[in-house]
């Protein structure tokens, strides 16, 4: 099969690094990566992505200029392994430079060449989450057709049980631990972690636990779904779970933040492995660390006020460590380098509607 890994814009080289460490060698395109395997392949990378958004089937790629082309050519693909009467289905079409532009009439006839193949209506829904998410893409009039083994966006873990303003999903705080290089070898320190998604996450990387063992997917409902090989690739992954020996701590100046992360780190099974505690940058004694924040900015603050807190990182981040890499977001380069220290950009990427980017500053 040929399978797309979707990834937010600035993190493909992340999902593409994080295939090739399931054996899986993918080329990376604009919003996602590209790989092919058979249905072990594609329930591991379900189970195991951490940056990845969803992971698509792609079913029949083709070129249709015209409406009656469109539903004899989507009639070929092999729709019988993912339609059934009892799972509503929802076709959504995206269409760019192609002389099929109205999307509406193109989810139309696709539902058309389906309800041709199964040989009955397939029921719809208006949501991409409910069973089975067929995606249309047109572009210079060639029409790919995938659906989406994931179900909802992978970021859904399954343990965000208490949220906090402006929580940061758990995709980018995976990708963020991910790109830092952080395994779990020093202490790890988040001193503005709301609702403790970057400690969580970190604690999920360094533990090893795969961050979709709490979860269901889509294709655990389609009519290949293999439920013996399922459990196999679960109970192989579950193996090699380990202890997590270093510090992870999260910090905030909110108590009810810290309420919330206690209770998520509860429902991620990785209580043992973390600590909140509700206080604003600590004295801290450790001679080498990470540190991998979310600082407030953006709509929250006015830049005079993010600056102060920027700033205040940094100072903190030079007196309690001999040696560091920090890696947090900021909106801007003035802001990030607001810090004090000498900030590189790594990434970018969009984190509740606006544009950050992830910088790094490191000693020793």
């Given at each position: ?6 990834s937010q814009?600035?993190?493909e ?5 994080e295939?090739q460490t399931l054996g899986l060698?993918?080329?990376?395109l604009?919003?996602g990566?590209e790989?092919e395997?058979?249905?072990r392949?594609?329930y591991?990378a ?14 029949c790629?083709?070129r ?6 469109l539903?004899r050519?989507a009639s070929?693909?092999?729709w019988s392994?993912?339609i059934?009467p009892e799972l509503?289905?929802k ?12 999307t509406k009439?193109i989810?139309e006839?696709?539902l ?7 040989g009955?209506e397939?029921?719809?829904?208006d949501y991409?989450?409910?069973?089975t998410?067929?995606?249309v893409?047109?572009?210079n009039d060639i029409?790919?057709?995938?659906v989406?083994s994931?179900g909802?966006l992978l970021?859904r873990?399954?343990?965000r049980?208490a949220?906090?303003e402006a929580p940061l999903?758990?995709n980018?705080a995976?990708a963020?631990v991910l790109l830092?290089?952080?395994?779990g ?7 503005f972690c709301?609702?403790g998604?970057?400690p969580?996450?970190?604690a ?5 636990i795969?961050?979709?063992?709490k979860r269901e ?9 293999d439920?013996?090989l399922?459990?196999e ?5 579950l193996s090699?779970?380990r202890?997590?020996n270093?510090?992870?701590l ?5 108590p009810?933040?810290v ?13 043992r492995f ?15 660390a990470?540190?991998?924040t979310?600082?407030p ?7 005079v006020?993010?600056s102060?807190v ?6 903190w981040v030079?007196?309690n460590?001999k040696r560091?890499?920090?890696?947090f977001?900021?909106?801007g ?7 004090g220290?000498?900030v590189?950009?790594?990434t970018h990427?969009s ?8 910088w790094?500053?490191e000693?020793?």
């Amino acid at each position: 099969m040929k399978l797309f890994a979707v990834s937010q814009p600035g993190i493909e080289q992340v999902t593409a690094d994080e295939l090739q460490t399931l054996g899986l060698n993918g080329t990376i395109l604009p919003g996602g990566v590209e790989f092919e395997g058979g249905l072990r392949e594609l329930y591991r990378a379900n189970l195991w992505l951490r940056s990845a958004s969803r992971v698509l089937v792609r079913l029949c790629t083709f070129r249709a200029k015209h409406f009656a082309e469109l539903v004899r050519k989507a009639s070929k693909c092999p729709w019988s392994h993912y339609i059934t009467p009892e799972l509503p289905i929802k076709v959504r079409a995206t269409s760019r430079r192609s002389k099929l532009y109205h999307t509406k009439a193109i989810e139309e006839r696709v539902l058309r060449a389906i309800k041709e193949v199964v040989g009955f209506e397939p029921k719809t829904t208006d949501y991409e989450d409910e069973g089975t998410s067929v995606i249309v893409r047109f572009e210079n009039d060639i029409c790919t057709i995938s659906v989406n083994s994931s179900g909802a966006l992978l970021h859904r873990r399954g343990y965000r049980v208490a949220e906090t303003e402006a929580p940061l999903r758990e995709n980018l705080a995976a990708a963020m631990v991910l790109l830092s290089g952080w395994r779990g070898e020093v202490p790890l320190v988040d001193p503005f972690c709301g609702s403790g998604t970057i400690p969580i996450e970190a604690a999920l990387i360094a533990a090893n636990i795969p961050p979709g063992f709490k979860r269901e997917f889509a294709f655990m409902k389609w009519p290949n779904f293999d439920s013996s090989l399922w459990e196999e690739v679960k109970s192989e992954a579950l193996s090699g779970v380990r202890p997590v020996n270093v510090p992870v701590l999260g910090f905030d100046i909110d108590p009810d933040a810290v309420s919330a992360a206690e209770k998520n780190a509860r429902a991620a099974g990785v209580e043992r492995f973390v600590t909140f505690k509700n206080l604003s940058f600590p004295e801290l004694n450790f001679s080498e660390a990470f540190i991998v924040t979310n600082p407030p900015y953006g709509v929250r603050l006015t830049f005079v006020r993010a600056s102060q807190v920027y700033r205040r990182l940094g100072e903190w981040v030079e007196t309690n460590f001999k040696r560091y890499k920090l890696l947090f977001l900021a909106p801007g380069r003035r802001l990030a380098r607001e810090t004090g220290l000498p900030v590189e950009q790594v990434t970018h990427f969009s984190n509740g509607g606006i544009t950050v980017g992830l910088w790094v500053a490191e000693k020793g």
